[in-house]
C-alpha cells in the first residue's frame, strides 16, 4: 500500500473514532488509544493546556497508568520534552534515551525511563492557539520518519478540533447543570411554606452541583443551619447577601480543589439560597402571627369560661368584686401574651411572669402587704405558662384578701419538677371551702399543669403547687 493511502486511512479512521464522543475525558482516552495504535507505539500521553493556570496537564495515557491522578503530572510550555514541541509550536522527536536529555522532567508517579524513543507534536487549535501536546512513546529504539511526523501533526490538528467541541459542550452542560440546580432550588423556594425545607434544598443542590463531600449554611449568628455530609481538604465559602447586607454563608467541601466554574456556581446558588432564607423567615413570621393570634382565641376562650363558672357560683355575688375578679384573670392572661410576645420564643420564663403579676395584682389590689419572692429561673410552654399565670394570680390574691401581713412566693426547679408556692403569716383557712378561686386553681393544675395542688395551714397558710417542666 502507498504510504500516502495508509496515512490518509489512518487520520481518518483516528479522527472517526475520537469523534465517536463529546465527552472531553472520552475523547482523550480515545486520542491516546487511537494514536498509540496509528503510529504502532508503546505508549501515549496526552496534555490539555490550562490557559488560566499556563500549563500542560496530563489528562489520558495509553500503555502507562499513572499512579495518583490526583497529582496529575503537568508542565509549563517550555518545560519537559513535549512542553518544548508545545512552546515551539513543532515536533520534537528523540530516537533513543529519551529520559537522559537535559529537557527531560521526571515525575515520580509517571514511570516513563522504560522508553526509548519520543515524538511529541504541540496540539494547535486552526493552526495557532495551544490547545496541548501529546506524545508516542517506544521501548526499542526508534527513528520517526517525516512521514510519521506529518502523520501525527496531521492528526493533532484535528485532535485539536475535537477537542474544541468536547470543550464547547462540557460549558453548555455546565451551563444546564447549573439552571437545573438554580431551578431545583427556586421549586423548593416557592413550593415549601417552611424554611428548613429550603434550606435543605439549598444545602443538597450545593452538594449536587459541586460534587461536594460535605455542605452546610452559617447563619449570621454563626449558628450552623443545616449541615450534611462531611468536612475535607477543601472548601469554598461564599457569603449571602441580601440587600447589600450579608446574612449568613454557604460553605461546601472536597477532597480536590474547587475551579472557578464552582465558584462561580456556588456564587449563583448562593444569591438563590439568601431570597430562600429571607423568603423563608418571612413565612416563619407569618407563622409565628398566626401562633400568636390562635393563642389569643384560646385565652379569651379561656376568660369566657372563667366568667361562666362565676356566674354559677351559688353564692351571692357581690357583682363589684365579681367584676374586680374577672379584671385580675384577664390581666394575668395579658401578662402571659406581653411575656410571650416580646420574647418570639415558645417558652415562657416563669420567674418574669411570676414577677409581673405580683408588681400588678399588689398594686392593683392597693394592698398595703408586704409581699418578697425569691424565683429561680424556670421555663414552660406558652399554654401551660398561661395555666400557671391564673393560678398563682387566684393564689397571690387569696393571700391578699385572706392571709396575713407578710407573703412569701417561691418559684423553685427541683428534679425535673417546677415548684410555685404563696406562703402568708395569715390566721389559715380552718374549714377548707371552694370558691370559684380554688376550683379554677385545682382545674387549671390537674388539666393543664398535669401537676398536683397542696393547701396547708399552720400558723398561716401555704399553698404549693407542683408541675413538671
Ligand atoms: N391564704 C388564705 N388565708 C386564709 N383563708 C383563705 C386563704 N385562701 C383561701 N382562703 C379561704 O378559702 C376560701 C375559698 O377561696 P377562693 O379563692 O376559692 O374563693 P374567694 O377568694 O372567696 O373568692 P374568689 O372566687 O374571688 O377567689 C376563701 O373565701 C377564704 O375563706
Ligand atoms: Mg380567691
Known amino acids: ?79 519537559g520534552i513535549t512542553g518544548t514541541a508545545a512552546e515551539l509550536r513543532a515536533p520534537v522527536a528523540l530516537p533513543k534515551q529519551a529520559h537522559l536529555d537535559p529537557r527531560f522532567k ?47 501533526l496531521a492528526i493533532a490538528a484535528q485532535v485539536a478540533q475535537s477537542i474544541e467541541h468536547a470543550k464547547l459542550y462540557a460549558e453548555a452542560q455546565r451551563r444546564v447543570h447549573e439552571l437545573e440546580a438554580l431551578a431545583r432550588i427556586s421549586e423548593a423556594v416557592s413550593e415549601s411554606l417552611y424554611l428548613e425545607e429550603s434550606l435543605e434544598a439549598i444545602v443538597k443542590t450545593t452538594m449536587d452541583a459541586l460534587h461536594a463531600t460535605g455542605a452546610a449554611l452559617v447563619l449570621e449568628d454563626g449558628k450552623i443551619a443545616w449541615p450534611e455530609g462531611r468536612a475535607d481538604a477543601h472548601a469554598i465559602r461564599q457569603p449571602l447577601r441580601w440587600r447589600g447586607r450579608q446574612i449568613g454563608e454557604l460553605v461546601a467541601d472536597r477532597a480536590t480543589p474547587f475551579t472557578q466554574d464552582d465558584r462561580e456556581l456556588l456564587a449563583s446558588i448562593a444569591q438563590h439560597a439568601a431570597v430562600a432564607l429571607e423568603h423563608g423567615r418571612a413565612v416563619l413570621r407569618g407563622v409565628l402571627a398566626q401562633e400568636i393570634h390562635h393563642r389569643v382565641k384560646n385565652n379569651l376562650q379561656t376568660v369566657a369560661s372563667l366568667l361562666r363558672l362565676q356566674a354559677r357560683a351559688e353564692d351571692d355575688i357581690d357583682p363589684r368584686k365579681a367584676l374586680e375578679d374577672s379584671v385580675n384573670r384577664i390581666l394575668a392572661i395579658a401578662a402571659v401574651h406581653e411575656v410571650l410576645t416580646e420574647r418570639r420564643d415558645e417558652d415562657v420564663d416563669l420567674a418574669e411572669l411570676v414577677e409581673r ?46 392571709g396575713g401581713p407578710h407573703v412569701h412566693v417561691e418559684l423553685q ?28 386553681v385545682r382545674a387549671l393544675v390537674r388539666d393543664e399543669l398535669r401537676g398536683s395542688f397542696d393547701l396547708r395551714s399552720d400558723g398561716g397558710t401555704r399553698a404549693e403547687v407542683r408541675f413538671p417542666v
Do not use: W
Open 106 to 152: 521526571n515525575f515520580p508517579n509517571l514511570p516513563e525511563d522504560e522508553y526509548e524513543s519520543i515524538l511529541a507534536v504541540p496540539i494547535l487549535a486552526r493552526g495557532e492557539r495551544l490547545e496541548g501536546a501529546l506524545n508516542v512513546r517506544t521501548r526499542e529504539p526508534r527513528e520517526f520518519t517525516a512521514d510519521e511526523i506529518d502523520l501525527l
Open 1 to 79: 500500500m502507498d504510504y500516502r493511502e495508509r496515512h490518509v486511512r489512518l487520520l481518518t479512521e483516528t479522527i472517526e473514532a475520537v469523534n465517536s464522543s463529546l465527552d472531553l475525558e472520552e475523547v482523550l482516552e480515545l486520542v491516546a488509544t487511537k494514536v498509540a495504535n496509528a503510529l504502532e507505539a508503546d505508549a501515549c500521553f496526552v496534555y490539555l493546556y490550562d490557559a488560566r493556570v499556563g500549563e500542560l496537564v496530563l489528562r489520558a495515557t495509553f500503555g502507562t497508568k499513572v499512579e495518583e491522578m490526583t497529582h496529575r503530572p503537568r508542565m509549563r510550555p517550555g518545560e
Open 357 to 402: 403579676l405580683r408588681a400588678m395584682l399588689v398594686q392593683g389590689l392597693g394592698a398595703a402587704r408586704e409581699v418578697d419572692a425569691a424565683l429561680e429561673p424556670v421555663s414552660l410552654g406558652g399554654n401551660r405558662a398561661t395555666a400557671l399565670a391564673l393560678v398563682f394570680s387566684e393564689l397571690l390574691q387569696n393571700a391578699l384578701e385572706h
Open 413 to 440: 426547679r427541683q428534679n425535673g419538677e417546677g415548684i410555685l408556692a404563696i406562703a402568708d403569716d395569715g390566721r389559715g383557712i380552718g374549714e377548707p371551702k371552694n370558691g370559684t378561686g380554688l376550683s379554677i
